[in-house]
Nanobody, 117 residues
Framework: QVQLVESGGGLVQAGGPLSLSCAASGRIFTINVMGWYRQAPGKQRELVATITISGRTNYADSVTGRFTITRDNAKMDLQMDSLKHDETAVYYC?????????????WGQGTQVTVSS
């Protein structure tokens, strides 16, 4: 089992920065990819950014150039700059194990990010 705990959400004005952190514990040696997803009210959960154990990153087009994901083993951060009002959502930390028949997704409890206009 892997446990994920997010921190850093809150209220920020549009155009401002905010950073999120996610700390993994438990069987962290099974984690391959970590990432951030978000879910706004009435919408589906969507990918924000991911980072592999080797440091390869992937970003949603909408956040490229404004968000930066970093990872130090079992700790992951997301620096969000120039936030927009419509990025208000619950942000979830995700950890995915190695590909294969036992691949599994772990999720944190989520942290609220509110961007005021």
């Amino acid at each position: 089992q892997v446990q994920l705990v997010e921190s850093g959400g809150g209220l920020v004005q549009a155009g401002g920065p905010l950073s999120l952190s996610c700390a993994a514990s438990g069987r962290i040696f099974t984690i391959n990819v970590m990432g951030w997803y978000r879910q706004a009210p009435g919408k589906q959960r969507e990918l924000v950014a991911t980072i592999t154990i080797s440091g390869r990153t992937n970003y949603a087009d909408s956040v490229t150039g404004r968000f930066t994901i970093t990872r130090d083993n079992a700790k992951m951060d997301l620096q969000m700059d120039s936030l927009k009002h419509d990025e208000t959502a619950v942000y979830y930390c995700n950890a995915r194990t190695l590909p294969g028949p036992l691949m599994y997704d772990y999720w944190g409890q989520g942290t609220q990010v509110t961007v005021s206009s």
